[in-house]
């Protein structure tokens, strides 16, 4: 136990001095503020004002939608970045110098994933606090107390999510120099997966589809749920149901599967479903790996 | 006598290769003990087997009474092992400090253990200097302090150094053998060595020289001199023909070059009886001591197992 807890502090603070690993796992989250301050704010509020008229609610509302999907995106770039150091002590031989101490393998790449989880918890957090600054900011309002328990609770899953996630992923990786394409790869196919970039309406069905059966982006539908549950009711007062459930739909608020709207709790279950799964596969990739 | 490390009959393949061929030999505790070989010889394969890195084919290898991979024995051995590799490890971005106690908690040592430790080899290796600086800003010859620091926090009663001071001036590769010889004088540790720099062998107390697997030679350092290595006598003569009539006349077969005469003598005084014979034709002279070059570079070229 103390070994274990002495090497997350130490891939801790490996972390957190690197400074440019730290900035490039925020990278693509940059990208899509500066996106969304450029144009894609401006597209969506266009877009609902054919529909009722322009409030500062639907303002709002939008900025909600983002943040929701900026909030899901960091859990997985951050993490991913965590994992960097076990690519690094592995290219680097480090990893043999933790085991000449009497230390399993198994320990070092759980403090691995531990750390990921510690990493991804605490950009979260602090990113959620500065979107609720940014929403406040902008002359929205805070989440309800129910809302952010809520959100916090979505948030520690998507961490959870993210870390197994990743962690699978990078098993099949043993150089710096394929972790940053993977890097690449990810923090660029998850702003489009998770329906960030593009709203999911705008997509070819099998897109669609893909993005519906891709676990992670569940985390961002319950972000969104939780994030605009207020003011989508303020925004569209008045205006047929029917509209309003396209608009969720369009947008990935809630997803439609042959003709049924999936529940939340059908969106958690994936979540969790996925976890088990992958943590179980990672296992066995990790146990074959090290034979 | 103890024996730290006891090695029979010690295989280990890659698929169809074979790295290290049955190789056996015990290590005296206390003792320095010089592991020599050329480049893929076998030696890193063997420091690794015997640091638990690497699993072996076939053999039994004995490290401190505990016996490689019997059911938590390996543990037992990292306990009592620590090893310096060739490259520097730690983390850049810690300071010395950080990385040798962050490493050192992995040994399961409480806190007030760990400080003691500390500050033994603290003292040692002269650690006051640069413990606060990140590792990343050290010298060479820094880093590899931190790195034998970093090796012995736990106090490991043997220490593998896998070639230590490559790389180092050679002011730092002094202070390094210094700082490990005073160690394991005052400690009775025992120091497993590879290297290629020849001197640091001879200080050794046992060598043994790899080849392809298998081991090709080994003993004292005087001792492998004494079978491999000659001392040699450089002369130049005033005038080189009658120099060449006198050694002809002698019986000494010599080798020439660039006017530059190469006889060998048996030892410095055989030298010296030589000199006074022939003292008139003599320019100048130089005796050369034979070398733990000398042997490595005979064994190697000898092709056979000896």
Same mark, same amino acid.
Not at chain 1, 108 to 129: D, E, M, P, T
């Given at each position: ?7 997350v ?15 490039f796992s ?18 969506? &509020? ?12 639907l303002?709002? #509302? &939008? ?22 150091i ?13 085991l ?19 990493v991804?918890?605490?950009?979260s ?9 940014f ?20 948030? +520690? ?6 870390? &197994? ?30 329906? &960030?970039?593009?709203p ?8 669609q589809?893909?993005? #519906?059966y ?11 749920? /939780? +994030? #605009?549950?207020?003011?989508i /009711? ?21 997803y ?10 059908? /969106?958690v ?23 | ?6 090695v029979?009959?010690?295989?280990k393949?890659?698929?169809? !290769? ?7 030999? @015990?290590?005296e505790?206390?003792? *320095? ?18 640091? @638990?890195? *690497?699993?072996?084919s076939?053999g ?6 505990y ?21 520097s ?5 810690l300071?010395? $400090?950080?990385?040798?106690?962050? $490493? ?5 040592? =409480? ?7 500390? !500050?033994?080899? =603290? @003292?040692?290796? %002269? ?5 606060? $600086? ?7 010859g ?6 034998i ?21 050679? !002011? ?8 490990i $010889? !005073? ?6 540790? @025992?120091v497993?060595l590879?290297? %290629? ?6 200080v ?49 077969s ?7 005469? =190469? ?8 030298a ?5 014979k ?5 320019? =100048? ?22």
């Amino acid at each position: 136990m103390e070994a274990l807890s002495s090497l997350v502090q130490r891939n801790s603070k490996v972390f957190r001095r690197d400074k440019t690993q730290v900035f490039f796992s925020l990278l693509s989250v940059l990208i899509v503020i500066v996106l969304y301050a450029v144009f894609l704010q401006k597209m969506q &509020v266009d877009a609902i004002e054919q529909m009722t008229e322009a409030t500062p609610e639907l303002v709002t #509302m &939008v900025n909600e939608w983002l943040v929701a999907g900026l909030l899901s995106m960091i859990a997985v770039s951050t993490t991913l970045a965590a994992y960097g150091i076990a690519v690094k002590d592995l290219e680097s031989k480090a990893q043999a110098d933790f085991l000449t101490a009497p230390i399993s393998r198994a320990t070092i790449q759980f403090s691995y994933v531990i750390n990921a989880l510690i990493v991804g918890c605490i950009f979260s957090f602090i990113a959620l606090i500065g979107c609720e600054i940014f929403i406040v900011a902008t002359g929205g309002e805070l989440l309800s107390f129910r809302n952010f328990v809520n959100v916090v609770g979505i948030l +520690f899953l998507s961490v959870l999510l993210a870390s &197994v996630f990743n962690l699978f992923l990078v098993l099949f990786v043993n150089t710096q120099n394929s972790f940053s394409t993977l890097g690449t790869i990810v923090g660029t196919a998850i702003g489009f997966l998770c329906g &960030v970039y593009v709203p999911v309406g705008a997509l070819p069905t099998f897109a669609q589809n893909l993005i #519906m059966y891709f676990p992670i982006s569940h985390t961002t539908l319950l972000l969104r749920n /939780s +994030f #605009m549950e207020s003011s989508i /009711s303020k925004v569209f007062d008045g205006v047929p149901a029917s509209y309003v459930e396209d608009y969720k739909i369009n947008y990935g608020i809630v997803y439609e599967l042959h003709g049924n709207i999936l529940s939340t709790s059908t /969106s958690v279950i994936i979540i969790f479903v996925t976890i088990i799964v992958l943590a179980t596969l990672s296992i066995i990739l990790f146990k074959k790996k090290n034979k | 006598m103890t024996f730290a490390i006891q090695v029979e009959n010690l295989c280990k393949q890659y698929g169809v !290769q074979q790295a290290v061929k049955g190789i056996s030999f @015990t290590v005296e505790q206390g003792s *320095l003990f010089a592991f020599l070989g050329a480049n893929g010889a076998g030696k890193s394969t063997t420091i690794e087997i015997l640091c @638990t890195l *690497l699993k072996k084919s076939s053999g039994t290898v004995k490290i401190n009474g505990y016996t490689l991979d019997a059911s938590n024995d390996n543990a037992e051995v990292r306990k009592s092992i620590g090893v310096v590799f060739q490259q520097s490890l730690l983390d850049e971005r810690l300071t010395v $400090r950080e990385n040798i106690l962050h $490493r050192g908690k992995t040994y399961g040592l =409480s806190k007030a253990q760990l400080a003691e430790n500390y !500050q033994f080899i =603290s @003292t040692y290796l %002269h650690l006051d200097d640069i413990e606060k $600086r990140k590792y990343g800003t050290l010298s060479g010859g820094q880093k590899r302090r931190a790195d034998i620091a970093r090796a012995l926090i736990h106090r490991p009663k043997i220490l593998f150094l896998d070639e230590p001071t490559t790389g180092l001036d050679p !002011q730092t590769r002094q202070f390094v053998w210094q700082a490990i $010889r !005073q160690l394991q004088l005052e400690t009775n540790m @025992t120091v497993f060595l590879t290297t %290629h720099y020849m001197e640091e062998a001879a200080v050794a107390h046992q060598v043994i020289v790899l080849k392809q697997g298998e081991i090709v030679a080994e003993g004292t350092p005087d001792a492998l001199k004494t079978k491999y290595a000659y001392d040699a006598m450089a002369l130049v003569f005033h005038n080189s023909d009658e120099g060449v009539k006198w050694l002809e006349e002698h019986a000494i077969s010599f080798t020439e070059k660039l006017g530059i005469f =190469s006889i060998r003598v048996e030892s410095t005084l055989h030298a010296l009886t030589l000199l006074k014979k022939a003292e008139p034709l003599i320019a =100048s002279f130089e005796v050369i001591k034979g070398t733990m070059d000398d042997v490595f570079l005979h064994i190697m070229a000898e092709g056979g197992v000896a």
